[in-house]
Structure formats: C-alpha cells, structure tokens
C-alpha cells in the first residue's frame, strides 16, 4: 500500500475527485451514523470536495489517499499533528475509511499500521481517535489493534457522543530510518534510476536518494543524497509525489525506511563526479539509466516506489491544470 498526501488548497483533479466520491459513496451505513452527509444514500462529487477542503483547512491536518501497488484507491485516513487541546501531547487520527467494496482485506489494518508508522517515524509516542458510540464496529476494529478507551466525551464540532482511544506506539521490531528521494523528469518524461542489489529483497530499481542525516529534513536530505549519488547540484526538489514505508535490510541490520519521495524537472545527462564510483559500491548501486516512461509502467523489473509510473502521471495532470 502507497500513500499519497492531497493537495491542499487546490482544486481536486475531476478524475480523483470521481474517486474519492465513490470511496465515500460506498461507506453509506457510517454516513448515517455519523449524519456527515445530507442523503448517505446521495454522496455528490461537490459535497465531498467540500468536506476534504475543510478536513485540510487546518495548518496541522493532513490527508493521505492510501492506494494498491496497482494504483487502485481503496481508502484515505485524515490526521492531525497537534490537537488543539494544549494538555494533549498526542497527534489524532480523524477519519480512517476504506472501500465498503473491500472490507474484510486488510485494507483498513494496513492503512492504521502505515498511519501509525508515520506518527512513530516523527517520533511521536502515541496516538489518539474518537469513535462515534454508535458505532460498536469501529470500536471492535480499534481496540483489535491495540487501542484503549481512555475517556467518553462529546465530540468538539457537533456533540456527538464518543469514546476516545489511545495507543502507545511504542518502536517497530525492525530499525525505523527515514530517508527522501527525488524523481527527475526529463523533457521528453523520461525518469532517472538507480539498480540496486539488497541481500533481503534482491535487485530492484530506485530513484536517487537514502537515508536522513541526524536533524536534517526530508527536503534538504534529498538534495544531498543526490548530489552524492549523481553529482547533480543545480536540482531542487519540486512538491511532495508520495511517502511510502518499504523493508529491507543495510548493512546486515532489518529496516523499516519511511520514504519521502519529491519530483522536479531536469536535463536528461548522466551522473558525472570523481567521488561517484566509491558512494555507489557503499550502497549497494550497480547501475542507473533513464527510463522512458512507457518502460516505467510496464517495470520489467521491481521499481520503488511501486507505481511510480502513474504516480507521474497523476503529477503532471495536477501540474497541468488538468
């Protein structure tokens, strides 16, 4: 599973926006619960846009659009880093929904793990979500993973009755390390990577980047590590593509990486630099080349992230006003 932040203050793209409506669309039976929507049974493409802007209106929200490795969207969560109540330390969960269509896959204990990996990632010790009383099966859900009610109160925007649930996070069994990337598109599309040989997950390909120096931001560390690895010191990253949580193993120890994965546009040339050859035999890099993006979609061989051919795509739609 992918996750991809929207955009906020944007216009979401018709196709997306067609989507997203179908994802809500399905959930009828919690939209009458929850009273979020004027007709459960009548989720319109406009109400849906509305409500997402508002649930991004906020400076510390976020919403991350959770998709197969296929591209399919299967469902969204919405989170917030800071909650307004300076005596809680916790960032929230605000709405974890999934594909009625595919309920009972998984789908929804994937997304919660990937949430929480998140929240862990930032170092953050816990998390915090309000289920409706009215809806025993989220609270059975909740509390299958670990989840404890930790207090009853109305909820801060309509009243709602609600149980507040808490987890302690707690570290991953295998080493969390974050690290960035960046995929530079050249003029006719094509996108440069690098094939790497891993001893858990074998060859695979990947955009220029790794892990985070201590303090150091996703953005800025993406820009080193592709100077280091390419030799290319005149890119900035453009926007956020996607995040992504990948296993593998460096330097015979069990990882856990989270991923932030931006994109620019650059001239298609080929890494230059005397000290080139000495970082890529450290990290395990055999070779790269530019890959049009007809072999991208087709990846022959494993690409990380995964679907990073529509990934594309989807951001030059957006970039286009399309």
């Known amino acids: 599973m992918i996750l991809e932040p929207l955009a906020a203050g944007q216009d979401i793209p ?3 926006l067609t989507e997203l409506t179908a994802l809500y669309a399905s959930n009828h039976e919690f939209h009458r619960l929850s009273g979020d ?12 846009a509305s409500t997402l802007a508002e649930d991004l209106a906020g400076p510390d929200t976020e919403v991350l659009l959770a998709r197969t490795e296929q591209g399919r969207l299967v469902g969204l969560a ?14 929230w969960i605000g ?14 204990r994937t997304l919660a793990h990937l949430v929480e990996n998140r929240f862990r990632a930032q170092g953050r010790e816990a998390v915090r979500l309000a289920v409706l009383a009215n809806n025993p099966k989220a609270l059975a859900f909740w509390t299958a993973l670990g989840y404890e009610v930790i207090d009853h109160r109305p909820d801060r925007e309509l009243g709602r009755p609600c149980a507040v649930l808490r ?10 390390r974050k690290a960035a990337r960046i995929a530079v598109v050249a003029p ?4 440069f990577l690098f094939r790497y040989d891993n001893d858990e997950i074998g060859t695979h390909w990947a955009l220029p980047g790794g892990g985070l120096e201590a303090g150091e931001s996703p953005r800025d560390g993406a820009v080193r590590e592709l100077a280091e690895e390419t030799g290319w010191t005149d890119l900035e990253p453009g926007p956020l593509l996607c995040t ?8 015979n120890i069990p990882v856990r990486q989270h991923e932030h994965i931006y994109v620019t546009h650059g001239p298609r040339r080929d890494p230059a630099g005397h000290r080139l050859a000495a970082a890529h035999a450290a990290d395990g890099i055999l070779t790269g080349r530019w890959w049009s993006r007809r072999e991208l979609a087709e ?20 970039a286009g006003g399309g």
């Open 14 to 16: 018709a196709p997306l």
């Open 37 to 48: 929507f004027p007709d459960p049974d009548d989720v319109r493409p406009e109400q849906v």
């Open 78 to 91: 919405g989170t917030l880093a800071h909650h307004p109540d300076p005596a809680d330390p916790d960032p």
């Open 95 to 108: 709405l974890l929904m999934v594909d009625a269509a595919e309920h009972g896959k998984g789908h929804g």
């Open 167 to 176: 987890k302690v996070l707690g570290t991953s069994p295998r080493t969390p």
């Open 188 to 191: 006719d599309g094509a996108v």
């Open 244 to 251: 992504w949580e990948h296993d593998f193993t460096r330097m």
């Open 299 to 318: 990846e022959p061989e494993p690409v990380w992230p995964p679907g990073l051919a529509r990934l594309l795509d989807e951001w030059e739609s957006r």
